[in-house]
């Protein structure tokens, strides 16, 4: 389905976001100088290709021929994030800006199935959901930075966690003050953990430290990638640690008997009744044991290796 104006919701004379299954931050950038092109940068491109055409016809209607798309800023390497850049890029030669740590993935999206699967991947998950096509980064940039642009500015924030090298981006306008930050999947909407529970994360205690970083913004909006767009921080991050908390209990009480990796998974996805296809399989698989490591660290749990089996047990107290 094709994006309408409908899809678009503006939140200050120069940042929108394309509403859907991922929220594309639009920033618009020389409204005040008629005589010259606007200078268009997304955030994020969406899941394809098909995605980026209805991206730019829908800035076609808005606009006409008056603008430039200069840049995709993507929050992290994703396919459902980054997959639209390389039909944007060949297209309109935009720039596309990342950081370090997602840049090699935005440019090798082979990594991207090859770290979830955790060796070289299956055929199935070589899949556009997995696999964003290859594109050129353009810039780096890192958690910090100020941007400086016409009509507003951008803050680089840096939140890790659910990704390797994640960023925000706050955007601020300059005339009338409004702020808003896009927040990647540095937390997610209500309707996303209610239907997942168990979101795809990276490193758990990375993203327990961006949850309270996103509690220390000050910002007049508040818009995860997935889900609605919020007024203030506090019930967004309360929910995401409210399920961080119950899976770790889970695992911890799973865990009271000596598990693999494989038992905790079916264990766990009983519990929740998550029907594992492939896809979860890998998914969920994949955060579970990144949620062993964070237990391992903080020295909740423990592990043996036994008759060739890797066994993971929480410490009795």
Known sequence: MAFSQDNLVQ?????SI?????????????????????HIYLIDSGGDGDTGKKILRLLSELYGNNFVLQGI??????????????WLQTATHCEIWASQGEKAIIENPQLESALVWGACPFPEIRSKFFEAKPSSVTRIIAGGEKIELRDSTMEIISLPGHYIDMIGILHTDKQTGKSAVHLGDGAFGRETIAKYWIAFLHDVEGFKASLE????????????????????????TEINSIAVREVETTILRCLKEKLTPEELLAKVADINSIPLGYIQYVLVGSTLRSYLSYLYRNKKIGFTVENNRMYWQAHTD
């Open 11 to 15: 939140l200050s004379d120069t940042f």
């Open 73 to 86: 800023i993507n929050t992290h390497s994703h396919a459902d994030h980054a997959g639209g850049n390389a």
């Open 18 to 38: 394309i509403t859907g299954v991922t929220n594309i931050g639009v920033i618009s950038d020389g409204i005040s100088d008629s005589a010259q092109p606007r």
């Open 213 to 236: 970083k996103i509690n220390a913004i000050h910002a007049d909006y508040f818009v995860p990638s997935h889900g609605a767009i919020f007024t203030a921080p506090e019930a967004l």
